[in-house]
């Protein structure tokens, strides 16, 4: 079972990171349940997740170094776009950000990054696109402790490298 602390960040799959503000005990339908209370900062959000849930729900703690670079390789790699109907790529792409998986999610920024040579994208495409490359910017800010813009600069100075 998942153990976290109070000031702890987490990875929740449908939301990204958010900090474990305190952990508290509710009486709901007549049972006693231990909760997470999970504050989300940039979608002003709080939830709150049973502590015996926590793992079934896909919670986790932040990625270590060496997830983070597997992400940066992905990053660095050829992109793979799939030729089905965008309908289709779309929800891959969509489950895939919200399997709260680095590695995933930095496939779907290397996927749909379009350099300044390249179409601009669809609406649809950059709105994925932003979600990606926001849920990435915010795990890697968490991780190195560093503010979610210098993140978003060094993810997309890696992307233009490439």
């Known amino acids: 079972m998942l153990d976290f602390s109070t000031g702890d960040y987490v990875v929740y ?12 005990a509710q009486e709901i339908a007549g ?5 997470y209370v999970v504050r989300f900062e940039k979608e002003r959000m709080t ?3 049973p502590t015996n849930k ?4 896909g919670m986790r703690r932040l990625s270590n170094t060496a997830t983070i670079q597997e992400a940066f390789t992905t990053l660095k790699g050829k992109a793979r776009i799939k030729r089905t109907m965008w309908s289709r790529r779309a929800q891959e792409y969509e489950a895939k950000i919200n399997s709260g998986d680095i590695v995933s999610i930095a496939e779907v920024v290397r996927d749909l990054h379009r350099g300044a040579d390249q179409p601009e994208q669809s609406y649809s495409e950059r709105q994925i696109y932003e979600a990606a490359l926001g849920r990435l910017a915010r795990e890697l800010a968490a991780v190195e402790e560093i503010d979610e813009q210098s993140a978003l600069t060094r993810l997309e100075n ?3 490298a490439a």
């Open 54 to 57: 926590a793992e079934t729900v």
């Open 13 to 24: 799959p449908k939301h990204g990171v958010g900090r474990v503000t305190e952990i508290e």
């Open 31 to 35: 049972t006693s349940l231990e909760l």
């Open 158 to 160: 890696v992307l233009i």
């Open 47 to 49: 939830l709150r997740v």
